[in-house]
């Protein structure tokens, strides 16, 4: 079945810098990749999301890029922020049928 | 506020007992899952639930079941707790399969 890896596992970078988060996807048929940043006791929120006819989506500091013939896609957040630091989860979907598979998550730690 | 509502927010139990953790999706959302993140964790899938019926099960065990009524709130039901249940449960819906999952605030369940 489908697979998402998602590297590294944690990542500690000095305020001010970039970060990036790769993951790498399985099933070549995935269609919808979207990207969840959970902060400490809180729930899971989306905060990008691209779907496989696009190569590149940004939003303000934070964009997602896709290569669909590697099957990965990663996580760019430009100038990074003390609210940056956060666990981000990667999924892969197939579309509306299928089920979102999950990454395993990054712990992004943002030094002051 | 994702329009998802789980309660109780925090359960406190001891080894052996039976807990109902109850999630209302968002308003016209068909898929209900449910997720456990233990501490420190990444999202574990549980199962989901489509328009009441099972679409899709993870690693769930066999002392956990669940359901989704016909007015598409959901309950996940814990037995036989033992220590290692303790975590936080999530609850999240969507539209359909494979598409953006908005999640609940979640339920911390302490067994002591």
Redesign the interface.
């Known amino acids: 079945g489908e697979n998402v890896e998602q590297h590294p596992s944690t990542l500690s970078v000095q305020e001010g810098d970039s970060a990036v988060i790769k993951c790498t996807y399985s099933d070549s048929a995935s269609n919808?990749f979207?990207w969840y940043k959970q902060e400490l006791g809180?729930?899971?929120?989306?905060i990008i999301?691209i779907r496989s006819n696009v190569g590149e989506k940004k939003d303000q500091r934070i964009a997602v890029t896709l290569n669909k013939t590697a099957k990965h896609f990663s996580l760019h957040i430009t100038e990074t922020q003390p609210e940056d630091s956060a666990v981000y989860?990667c999924a892969a979907?197939?579309?509306?049928?299928?089920?979102?598979i999950?990454?395993?998550?990054t712990k992004l730690i943002i030094k002051p | 506020d994702?329009g998802v509502t789980q309660t109780p927010k925090h359960l406190i139990t001891a080894t052996g007992q039976r807990v109902t953790l109850r999630c209302s999706p968002r308003s016209g959302d068909l898929s209900v899952y449910w997720y456990q993140q233990s501490l420190d964790q990444?999202?574990q899938?549980l199962i989901?639930y489509y328009n009441g019926e099972e679409?899709?099960k993870g690693n769930i065990l066999e002392r956990f079941s669940a359901q989704q009524f016909p007015d598409l709130h959901s309950e996940l039901n814990l037995s036989s707790l033992e220590l290692g249940d303790s975590a936080l449960y999530?609850c999240a819906s969507s539209?359909?399969?494979?598409?953006?999952?908005?999640?609940?605030?979640?339920t911390r369940l302490t067994v002591t």
């Open positions: 919808y979207p809180k729930r899971p929120q989306l999301d989860f979907s197939k579309g509306s049928n299928y089920q979102l999950w990454g395993a998550g | 994702s990444g999202l899938f989901q679409r899709a999530f539209v359909g399969s494979g598409d953006e999952q908005y999640f609940g605030p979640g």
